[in-house]
Structures are given as structure tokens and as C-alpha cells.
């Protein structure tokens, strides 16, 4: 509300002064000379010279504090000295004398704009114009207001006769649009802009993610306030728990609320925007409340106050950080303060002399004719001849020129920019058809011009010049209020932050020396929430600011986000979560190892069925010549013994990590091995139920087809079958390793994919085939002779076979991953086995233990069987050997 009443009194007043000037402009065809409509009654003091600057000063506080204020007298004295300074320069603004009129704001609107449309238009009751009322104005430029909201209101009027000011603490922040509002306005001070994204450094470099902040009720603090909540937002730097505003004037049950808001709140803390008026009416609810364990954060307007670092106060702000003006140092000044008395400084109005007031106030005396009261108090008479060295006053204090620094840089930079537009050289000037300003025709516009341009080194070593939107190279100091244990207060510079045309904004702070008001010496925690722990993220919650939330736990399979705290990032494909969920790692990877138990089992099995083969190789091989290997058919009894034994070593092909020509190479080697074994197997029934044929009578005839050529040709052919149908299947669709992760999320399971269900179907498919023929046959012949009649194990060994086979399929289907190819050995194991077992386990019990029996006769005859030896059996028994079984 008191904003909009500002911008509303600020509009009326553009419009009386607007509606004064054409009044001017009228009158002077009516009357042959200018007249003022009003003459202020203001505070000023004043110096004769060709070209007068103006400048604007707080002096005095305002009707709350209605004391003399002795810095805002320097700041004006400063003016004097920058202005006594260049008139003694032969290089700068050679024959030319600078004069100033510097006016006293006392802290109020109303008198500061007074003070400056006197200044644009002078203190003459009446003058007499040349033509089309042209001449040199007044003041070709003004230094001040201190005050933002002054600023504006004068900028908005001067603004429009392009009159150059320049400010000295005005904060507030401009845009492209403002700048095109208020042309001529310029300042020496960094903008609020700056010094809120300096304050944002500060909280990010301390971890500060959860702040208050209070600002003061005008347009510097609400500028403050938006700038502040844009930027805080767009660096992700934190949040604020609370923004105030604190009014102007008492009001203590508003004073009372925000400091019970500030009470409540979890934030550590505060941010304070606001002038020395405010922080005094806040800190005494602040200490009647005994609210500690704050961190206070000072704006510029506060940080070097001194009426703040009272004993009552400093339990509480002890350890303040603050933003300051740049300190400079300005040689001489000191000694122009000494030099200054009230009989170098008159005045036609007296009584309004600053120097006077300011002498009054230092020495505590009065010039004559004194007041009454103050004649019957006893009061002293000053007499001018008071010396300034013999008092204590922070007139003379010249330690921290800050503002003064701004102030001497502002009356530089119009100095320079008049004294080029000065060395103008006629045709060659900026102005239409080249033409150059003259003393004579100066007008402000013209200067403002050459000020937009201005560039020049101080002697401290800062170079000043102005960017397009009339401010500064922007440098703050960070000042640190120091509680020592006297009781004093030192406020002492910890860092700086700045902006360089190269390296950006930059923020150098030197912890060591930052004095925390705390019992642990350390800078406090300032947040809503602590910081996720990894393995979790962020959850808002509802209503509340994002600094608010809840640590949620990551899901499998992902991980924390570094980047983005609001969501967990999935592991990539080979990886998953660790089980803290702060980082990813590799999956466990599954497969049938020759380094597990099972692996191990299943190897030591393979290798000792092989072992065992060749074993009964070597015994056959060793007992060739006797009638139970060569009745036998000993060659397919040996390329039996041989598939047998690649059967045992197929299944190696499935254990260990599966490789693509392990994948393609372990099926088929399978089929076709047993394959070789079952087709042995088969034609070794058929020729047991060929020679029994050919014992009946005509039935010899028959031999003929079962001959060594045709037994060697019936296994060869029934094993090329197997081979093309494993070509078919790895040309069309190879099997392969495939990673699964269906089975567990946080293993890889390697296995190898059958590729085409079809081919593996058809060659388990095709070993059935013969299984079941060789089975049928050696069941039909398990009638014949016990001796000769080996069909009986033949069948024993294919019931094995096809019972395991049979079991195989549910079995395989329903085990995962390693297990299935643990499942699939373990069916090639015990049919391979049960092969050994029951076709040649028989045999060597005979050759090995029953030597005996190992005769042509015991095979021919044995046991209760008898046959005479010219029975057409025995004649055909005789006759199969040679023929049949390759003995």
C-alpha cells in the first residue's frame, strides 16, 4: 500500500512540475522575464563557480530520529573536497571553476525532491532569459540521492530534462526498460542486483538452504525482495522460509509478529534489506523476546552502522556478515574536515547554514542570538574559533571511506565527462553537424552524453566507468562483526566479492577469521531438511517449498542422482545397485562354473565315465581274440565304447561360461554322439536277430545283408542323418549365449538360447527315434538263448535310456538358468552310464572274473542249455563269427 502511495505521489508531483515548466514557457510570451512559483525552505550550503554541481545528503534523521547525523555531513563535506580538489587541478577543467549547491534531505521525501527540483531550477525568485529562453541551467548535474526511493522520485522528473545524476547508495535495481525511464540517472554503487546475487554466494558457500529475509517498506525493499526470490530460485541455491516487510515509523504489534515469525521458523537465518531505523525497532523485540541463535546477514544500508553495536544489541548480532560499500582511501581529506568553519560557509538564511548546525552539534553550543531556553540553561556561546582537533567526533573519522569513496568517484566522473566535452574540437564534435557544447550553451543533456563515456583510473588504483545501463564495475567488501570480550565491537573486513570482465563474479572469503556467535565456534546449519543421504532422493512435500522434503529410499536396480536429487538414476544394463544404493556395481553373473560344487560333481562324473570306457576299451582291445569279444561283434562293441565315451565328454561342453561355439558346438556334438551310440546299439540288435533267423531253416540267406560293409554303412548313415539335421539347426538359427536377467534382477544368468526350438526338438527328436526302434527290437528278441541272447541287456540299457530321456523334458523345461544345463548333464550322464553299465558290464564281469566261461563251448552250450553239435544252430553259431562279428 505504501508503495503505491509513493508511485502515486510521485506521478502527481512529474505532473505539477511538468505543468510548472510550460507555465515558464508561457510566461515568456506574457511577461519579459521567468518567475519560481515557490521557494522552498531548505537546509543548504552553497559555493560560486562557472559550472554548479548539486548534490543531495542526509544531514539530518528524520522525525523519528531527529538528531544531527555527523557521516551524512561528511558525505556532503566529501562533495566540497572532490569540488575544492579538481578547482586545483591545471590539468583537469583548466580555467574553469566548479561551484556546488548541497542540500539536506532530512531523510524525507517530501524535503529531497524539493531539494531537487530546486536545484534544476535554481534559487533565483526571477531572471531574465536570452532567446527562446535559452542559457546554462542551474546545476549541470547532481550527485545523490542516498536514499532508492529518493532516486526514483527524482530521476522520474529530472529524467525527462535529461539532467545527469549520479548516486552514491542507490541500490535499486534497473532494467532495459527502467533505463529508458530514467536516461540520465548513473551511480557509483553496485545495484541491489548484484548485492543480492553476492548474499546468494554467501548461502551457497556456507550451505545455507533455508533463510528469512526482511526488507523494508519501499521500493528499494520490495526491488530487493522480488530480485531476491527470482534469483535464489533460478540458482537452486535454497529457499526462504519467510519474507517481511518491516514498516517505516513505530509500529510495535507489527514488529511483534514478525519477530514471533522468525521465532517459529526453523530457519537459522536471517536476511535483513532494510535501513538503521528498522534493525533498531526490530532488535529491541529481538532482545525482549531473548531470540538468539540467529545468523544475522547484513545489507550494505546497515553493515558499518555503529548505533547498532550497543551492549544490548551485540548478544545478538555478534558475528553479523554483511555487505559493504568498496573502502577507498582519499588523501587529504582529513585535512579539509579540520580546515572546515562556520565564517567560510554563509549563508542569506543563517540559521540554515549546515556548518552551523554541524557546529552546534559538535561543540554543544549555540551562535548567537541563542534561543531563550537555552540562555537560561546556561547554555554555551560558539564563537567559531572552536578547534575541530580537541573534540571526538566521527565527522573526523576517515578510516572507512565508503560512501565517501562512491561520492568522490561520482564528482570525478562529471569533472571528466565536462571537461571532455569541454576539449571538444569544433567539426569534430558528437552533435548535429558535428558541433561541440560551450559554456555558454550548455545544456545537460549534452554532458549526460560525454558521462555515458567517462572513463578514468582514481587514485586508489579503481577504474570508473559506466556500463549501458548507467552502473559501475561492481565490488563489495564482506564485513564480519567482531564481539570482543571488553565489550567493544570491530567490524572487520573477511572477504570481497567482485565482477571482472573475464573471470565473472567471484566470492573470496577467509573463513579463519569470521568470529561466530556460537557456543561451538562453527557456522550454524541453516535448512529445511537435512541433505538425502545416498541411496535415496528427494520428495517435496506438499504445500512446502522445495528445500522441503523427504529422503526416499532408491528402488533396485537404481541409484542416487547427483545431478538431479528428485530422482534415482537405473543402473546400466550390466550393472545394479550396491545395496547402500549410492552407486552401481557389476551383477553377479550365474552360470554352471567348473568352480562350484555342482560344476565340480558333474566334471569329476564326465571324467570318470570316460575314464571307464576306456577302460573296457582297453580290456576288449586286450581280450580281442576270445570268443566273448569276438561272439560280441567286436568292432561295434569298440565304436560303441568310442561314442560312449564322447558322450561323457560331450556334457563338458555345457559346464563353464557359455561361448558361441560352445553354444553351437555342445548340442550337436550331443545328437550326433548318441546318436553314433544308438545306431551301434541298433544294428548290434539287428545282427543278434539276423543270426537267430538264419538258424531256421532257409534262413541263411539272410547273413548277406548284415554283413561288415552294410553294418559299418547302417551306423554311418544313421549318423550323417544327425549331423545335416545339426547343420540345418546352426545354419538357419545357431544357438547362442544370451544374458538373461528375467530370473534374478541382480544376476546376469549366461546361457545358451536353442536358437530354433524346432531343431532341438528334432534331434532329441530323431536319438528317440532310434532309441525306441532299438528298443522294440531287442524286446522282441529277449526270447532267445541266454547264452547268445544279448537283447536282453540290450533292452535292460534302453529302458535306462529312454526313462531318462523321458524325465529329461519336464525337468529341463522347468529349471532355470545353470540348472537347466546341470539337468541336461546329469540325462547324458546316467543314459550314458546306464548304457555302459548294462551292455558291457556283463561282458567283463566274464572276461575279468569268470575267465571260464570266456570259451566257445561255455557261449556255444553253457548252463542247462544243450544243443548237439550238428544241430543247424550250432552249425550256424559256428559260422557267425567269421562272418558277422569281424573276429
Same mark, same amino acid.
Given at each position: ?14 505532473? +505539477? ?36 554541481? $548539486? ?18 555531513? !561528511? %558525505? ?35 524535503? $529531497? ?31 545523490? /540521492? ?31 526498460? /527502467? ?100 534493525? +533498531? ?27 547498532? %553495536? ?11 556478515? $554483511? ?15 579540520? !580546515? ?61 571511506? !565508503? ?16 571537461? /571532455? ?45 559506466? /556500463? ?126 567348473? %568352480? ?27 581280450? !580281442? ?158 526270447n532267445l538263448p541266454d547264452n547268445f541272447n544279448e537283447a536282453k541287456f540290450i533292452t535292460f540299457s534302453m529302458l535306462i535310456f529312454c526313462a531318462v530321456w523321458v524325465a529329461f523334458v519336464p525337468a529341463y523345461v522347468n529349471s532355470p538358468g545353470k540348472y537347466a544345463d546341470a539337468v541336461e548333464v546329469f540325462a547324458i550322464l546316467a543314459s550314458s552310464f546306464g548304457l555302459l553299465v548294462a551292455l558291457f558290464g556283463p561282458k567283463c564281469y566274464i572276461i575279468l572274473l569268470r575267465p571260464e566261461r570266456n570259451?566257445?563251448?561255455? +557261449?556255444?552250450?553253457?548252463?542247462? %542249455? ?22
Amino acid at each position: 500500500m505504501r508503495a503505491f502511495l509513493v508511485r502515486h505521489l510521485l506521478l502527481c508531483v512529474s505532473r +505539477i512540475f511538468i505543468s510548472t515548466s510550460l507555465f515558464f514557457s508561457e510566461s515568456f510570451f506574457l511577461s519579459p522575464s521567468c518567475k519560481l512559483r515557490r521557494q522552498f525552505n531548505l537546509n543548504g550550503i552553497h559555493r560560486a563557480g562557472n559550472v554548479i554541481l $548539486g548534490g543531495l545528503f542526509e544531514v539530518h534523521y528524520s522525525s523519528v530520529f531527529p538528531d544531527f547525523d555527523p557521516p551524512g555531513f !561528511r %558525505h556532503a563535506m566529501t562533495m566540497a573536497f572532490a569540488i575544492d580538489e579538481i578547482n586545483k587541478n591545471s590539468t583537469l577543467l583548466p580555467n574553469v571553476t566548479l561551484g556546488y549547491s548541497l542540500y539536506d534531505n532530512c531523510a524525507t521525501l517530501g524535503i $529531497g525532491f524539493s531539494a531537487a527540483l530546486s536545484l534544476a531550477s535554481g534559487r533565483e525568485e526571477q531572471f531574465l532569459p536570452q532567446e527562446n529562453c535559452l542559457g546554462s541551467p542551474p546545476v549541470l548535474g547532481i550527485v545523490g /540521492d542516498p536514499f532508492s526511493t529518493f532516486s526514483i522520485a527524482t530521476s522520474n522528473v529530472l529524467g525527462l530534462f535529461k539532467l545527469p545524476i549520479v548516486s552514491l547508495l542507490s541500490l535499486i535495481v534497473f532494467n532495459i526498460n /527502467d533505463r529508458q525511464r530514467f536516461p540520465s540517472f548513473f551511480r557509483t554503487i553496485p545495484s541491489d542486483a548484484f548485492q543480492v546475487r553476492a548474499m546468494i554466494q554467501i548461502l551457497k558457500r556456507f550451505g545455507w538452504t533455508w533463510a528469512g529475509l526482511l526488507v523494508s517498506d519501499d521500493d528499494y525493499g520490495h526491488h530487493v525482495s522480488r530480485s531476491f526470490q527470482s534469483d535464489l530460485a533460478q540458482s537452486g541455491g535454497g529457499c526462504l522460509a519467510y519474507s517481511e516487510i518491516l514498516p517505516w515509523g513505530t509500529d510495535p504489534n507489527e514488529y511483534k509478529r514478525i519477530v514471533d515469525v522468525m521465532t517459529k521458523s526453523t530457519a537459522r537465518v536471517v536476511i535483513v534489506f532494510a535501513h538503521q531505523m528498522h534493525m +533498531i525497532q526490530l532488535m529491541e523485540e529481538v532482545v525482549r523476546k531473548n531470540v538468539t541463535g540467529l545468523q544475522w546477514i547484513a545489507s550494505e544500508a546497515w553493515t558499518l552502522v555503529d548505533g547498532l %553495536h550497543t551492549p544490548a544489541f551485540m548478544p545478538y548480532l555478534g558475528g553479523t556478515l $554483511g555487505i559493504a560499500i568498496r573502502r577507498g582511501k582519499i588523501p587529504g581529506l582529513r585535512e579539509f574536515l579540520l !580546515r572546515i568553519n562556520p565564517e567560510q560557509h554563509h549563508s542569506n538564511d543563517y540559521e540554515n547554514s549546515m556548518v552551523r548546525q554541524f557546529w552546534e552539534y559538535t561543540f554543544h553550543c549555540r551562535f548567537a542570538p541563542p534561543p531563550a531556553d537555552w540562555v537560561e540553561a546556561d547554555g554555551a556561546l560558539c564563537t567559531g574559533q572552536e578547534d575541530l582537533e580537541n573534540v571526538e567526533t566521527e565527522f573526523l573519522d576517515v578510516s572507512e571511506l !565508503r560512501p565517501e569513496y562512491n561520492i568522490y568517484k561520482a564528482v570525478y566522473a562529471l569533472a571528466y565527462a565536462l571537461d /571532455d566535452m569541454l576539449r571538444c574540437e569544433p567539426g569534430r564534435g558528437p552533435f548535429s553537424s558535428h558541433s561541440c557544447a560551450t559554456l555558454q550553451t550548455l545544456e545537460p543533456w549534452q554532458l549526460m552524453y560525454y558521462l555515458e563515456k567517462v572513463n578514468f583510473t582514481t587514485p586508489f588504483g579503481d577504474q570508473v566507468s559506466f /556500463d549501458e545501463n548507467g552502473d559501475a564495475l561492481p565490488i563489495y567488501d564482506i564485513m564480519n562483526w567482531l564481539w570482543l570480550s571488553d565489550g567493544r565491537t570491530k567490524v572487520q573486513s573477511v572477504g570481497e566479492v567482485k565482477k571482472s570482465p573475464f573471470k565473472g563474479e567471484e566470492l573470496t572469503l577467509h573463513k579463519d577469521k569470521i568470529f561466530w556467535n556460537f557456543e561451538n565456534k562453527e557456522p550454524p546449519k541453516s535448512v529445511c531438511s537435512e541433505t538425502c543421504p545416498p541411496g535415496t532422493r528427494m520428495a517435496r512435500k506438499r504445500g512446502q517449498p522445495v528445500c522441503c522434503f523427504d529422503c526416499i529410499p532408491c528402488s533396485e536396480g537404481k541409484i542416487s542422482n547427483k545431478t538431479d536429487s528428485m530422482e534415482c538414476t537405473s543402473c546400466p544394463e550390466d550393472f545394479w545397485s550396491s545395496p547402500q544404493r549410492d552407486h552401481c556395481v557389476l551383477k553377479k553373473t550365474e552360470f554352471l562354473s567348473y %568352480h562350484e560344487p555342482l560344476g565340480i560333481c558333474l566334471t569329476t562324473t564326465s571324467l570318470l565315465g570316460t575314464f571307464i570306457c576306456a577302460v573296457v576299451l582297453g580290456i576288449f582291445i586286450y581280450h !580281442r581274440s576270445t570268443p566273448m569279444v569276438r561272439a560280441n561283434n567286436s568292432e561295434l562293441s569298440f565304436l560303441l565304447l568310442v561314442s560312449l565315451k564322447l558322450c561323457f565328454l560331450c556334457s563338458l561342453l555345457f559346464i563353464g561360461r557359455p561361448r558361441l561355439w560352445t553354444c553351437q558346438l555342445r548340442h550337436a556334438a550331443f545328437g550326433i554322439s548318441f546318436v553314433l551310440c544308438v545306431s551301434c546299439i541298433l544294428v548290434k540288435t539287428m545282427v543278434v536277430l539276423a543270426v537267430f533267423k538264419a538258424s531256421k531253416p532257409g534262413g541263411g540267406a539272410k547273413l548277406k545283408w548284415f554283413g561288415a560293409v552294410q553294418q559299418r554303412g547302417t551306423v554311418l548313415v544313421l549318423t550323417c542323418i544327425q549331423a545335416a539335421i545339426c547343420t540345418c539347426w546352426i545354419v538357419s538359427a545357431s544357438p547362442a549365449p544370451h544374458k538373461n536377467t528375467e530370473y534374478h534382477n541382480d544376476k546376469i544368468v549366461y546361457e545358451c538360447v536353442v536358437g530354433s526350438t524346432v531343431g532341438f526338438a528334432v534331434l532329441l527328436g530323431y536319438i528317440g527315434l532310434l532309441a525306441i526302434l532299438s528298443f522294440l527290437l531287442a524286446f522282441l528278441a529277449r526270447n532267445l538263448p541266454d547264452n547268445f541272447n544279448e537283447a536282453k541287456f540290450i533292452t535292460f540299457s534302453m529302458l535306462i535310456f529312454c526313462a531318462v530321456w523321458v524325465a529329461f523334458v519336464p525337468a529341463y523345461v522347468n529349471s532355470p538358468g545353470k540348472y537347466a544345463d546341470a539337468v541336461e548333464v546329469f540325462a547324458i550322464l546316467a543314459s550314458s552310464f546306464g548304457l555302459l553299465v548294462a551292455l558291457f558290464g556283463p561282458k567283463c564281469y566274464i572276461i575279468l572274473l569268470r575267465p571260464e566261461r570266456n570259451t566257445k563251448k561255455a +557261449i556255444m552250450v553253457g548252463g542247462t %542249455h544243450t544243443a548237439a553239435p550238428s544241430s543247424p544252430l550250432s552249425e550256424t553259431l559256428e559260422g557267425i563269427p567269421a562272418q558277422l562279428f569281424f573276429a
